[in-house]
């Protein structure tokens, strides 16, 4: 009888300590990671960025999700307020923030569509007479549960 009340108030305590744990859970739950780039294009170079953009660039991106890297991204114009507002807008999505730290598999994949190093960063030279990056940002989705 003795082990009967012990195993019953042992369940009583595990359940009240259950619903307070409960209680103190999150009311959202973590989404996509999202990096937003914002930039703007030199004045008669839009042809020509977007002409990279439709090539070399959507290549790795096709490449970085087809590995279950990202699982979006997309282009958006924007419209510049002031003159040194940007006037495209750049987004990248990651299933979670640990996709962030798959730069090995990532670098494997850029070498693959965009060649090795040295010609990546001659590349992205070249891409600084079409536009300048203004900045960009990391935002995680929240799920409300």
Known sequence: MK??????MSLLIFAAVGSA???????????HV???????????QLNNYMKYLAGPYK??????????????YAIYSE????????DLVLTI???NMA????????????????GPMDARDKAAMDRESMRELQGSLLTRELILK
């Open 3 to 8: 082990r009967i009340i012990m195993l019953f």
């Open 21 to 31: 744990y409960a209680q103190d859970a999150k009311p959202y739950k973590e989404g």
């Open 34 to 44: 999202t990096r937003v780039s914002f930039v703007k294009v030199k004045p008669g």
């Open 59 to 72: 290549s790795q991106m096709e490449a970085l999700k087809k590995a279950g890297l990202i699982t979006t």
């Open 79 to 86: 419209e510049a307020r002031t003159p040194q507002d940007a």
């Open 93 to 95: 999505t990651y299933p």
């Open 99 to 114: 996709a962030l730290d798959r730069i090995d598999e990532a670098d494997a994949i850029a070498t693959k569509t965009l």
